[in-house]
């Protein structure tokens, strides 16, 4: 089944390949009726998107996708990050919240690049700030390996950025908590996005049992929607996932967390996917 819906896109506001007007445009031509733009911790397509969504007679629905780092959630400490989405939120409120956090994470990427120069290594400046500013902590991983300090990026994480001297440097982020709670501070719904997949440097897949395991530190936050039927993900987990969300009672949502690579609708057979999600946004 094909759905009209898609609730986790990302432009090149963050890590996406398409502008925002380049992804409204082929969401229409799909037959895509209620979207999301969900960048990585900023909300500057929104408004473009909720503009053109007028334009084509299609329901746009305000998103973000938050970074959080995990605080022994199934065991994993701070250098694991997991992404939290926000939809249906104030605008303004969220401007705010993400000031916050922008600022508290430019301070901590600044320290590390200081704490590295300072123990030896001879890292560019001009190779990891854009704009006065240090986007990620991979920026930096990037230049470990152009410096040769690592053979690839995730050398670069596990032996150095990752290690004991480095890693509370990571701790920049919201937790998952926090991040849940910030959202809905915002007057927006919590969506824990992409159930078996986290970041470390890498991806990094979790096992099933972790999946149960951490579905219950969630539901304690108070989170309110699961990323169920997800582009990337098997029939199998879709079907785990809707079971768990059933389970937990809440709500399901659908997604591509589309890049530039990946289809911008979400279409499997023997699948029927319903709009209640939307019905509790719009």
Same mark, same amino acid.
Request: negative net charge; contains cysteine; glycine residues 8%.
């Given at each position: 089944?094909?759905?009209?819906?898609?609730?986790?896109?990302?432009?090149?506001?963050? &890590?996406?390949?398409?502008?925002?007007?380049?992804?409204?445009?082929?969401?229409?031509?799909?037959?895509?009726?209620?979207?999301?733009?969900? &960048?990585?911790?900023?909300?500057?397509?929104?408004?473009?998107?909720?503009?053109? $969504?007028?334009?084509?007679?299609?329901?746009?629905?305000?998103?973000?996708?938050?970074?959080?780092? *995990?605080?022994?959630?199934?065991?994993?400490?701070?250098?694991?990050?997991?992404?939290?989405?926000?939809?249906? *939120?104030?605008?303004?409120?969220?401007?705010?919240?993400?000031?916050?956090?922008?600022? $508290?994470?430019?301070?901590?990427?600044?320290?590390? *690049?200081?704490?590295?120069?300072?123990?030896?290594?001879?890292?560019?400046?001009?190779?990891?700030?854009?704009?006065?500013?240090?986007?990620?902590?991979?920026?930096?991983?990037?230049?470990?390996?152009?410096?040769?300090?690592?053979?690839?990026?995730?050398?670069?994480?596990?032996?150095?950025?990752?290690?004991?001297?480095?890693?509370?440097?990571?701790?920049?982020?919201?937790?998952?908590?926090?991040?849940?709670?910030?959202? %809905?501070?915002?007057?927006?719904?919590?969506?824990?996005?992409?159930?078996?997949?986290?970041?470390?440097?890498?991806?990094?897949?979790?096992?099933?049992? %972790?999946?149960?395991?951490? $579905?219950?530190?969630?539901?304690?936050?108070?989170?309110?929607?699961?990323?169920?039927?997800?582009?990337?993900?098997?029939?199998?987990?879709?079907?785990?996932?809707?079971?768990?969300?059933?389970?937990?009672?809440?709500?399901?949502?659908?997604?591509? &967390?589309?890049?530039?690579?990946?289809?911008?609708?979400?279409?499997? &057979?023997?699948?029927?996917?319903?709009?209640?999600?939307?019905?509790?946004?719009?």
């Amino acid at each position: 089944m094909k759905s009209n819906i898609n609730l986790h896109i990302h432009t090149t506001y963050s &890590d996406g390949k398409n502008t925002v007007a380049e992804i409204v445009d082929g969401l229409k031509n799909a037959g895509i009726k209620y979207f999301s733009i969900t &960048d990585h911790d900023y909300i500057y397509g929104n408004i473009e998107a909720a503009e053109l $969504a007028v334009k084509y007679d299609m329901k746009y629905i305000n998103g973000v996708e938050l970074s959080c780092c *995990f605080d022994g959630e199934i065991g994993f400490d701070a250098t694991y990050v997991c992404h939290i989405i926000g939809l249906a *939120f104030n605008y303004e409120k969220m401007s705010e919240e993400l000031k916050k956090i922008s600022a $508290a994470k430019d301070a901590k990427m600044t320290e590390l *690049f200081d704490e590295l120069v300072k123990n030896g290594l001879k890292l560019d400046e001009n190779n990891v700030y854009t704009n006065g500013r240090i986007p990620e902590r991979i920026t930096i991983g990037y230049e470990l390996v152009n410096k040769g300090y690592a053979k690839d990026i995730n050398e670069a994480f596990l032996n150095i950025l990752n290690s004991d001297k480095y890693r509370k440097f990571a701790q920049y982020l919201p937790s998952i908590k926090q991040a849940i709670k910030i959202i %809905q501070s915002c007057n927006g719904i919590a969506v824990w996005a992409h159930p078996f997949g986290y970041a470390r440097g890498g991806k990094k897949d979790i096992t099933y049992e %972790q999946v149960e395991e951490l $579905a219950a530190n969630i539901l304690s936050y108070g989170i309110d929607a699961i990323e169920v039927y997800y582009q990337e993900y098997s029939i199998e987990k879709i079907n785990y996932l809707e079971q768990l969300a059933n389970k937990m009672n809440k709500l399901k949502s659908i997604a591509t &967390d589309y890049h530039g690579i990946t289809q911008l609708w979400f279409e499997k &057979d023997g699948l029927v996917v319903d709009e209640g999600i939307v019905k509790s946004v719009i």
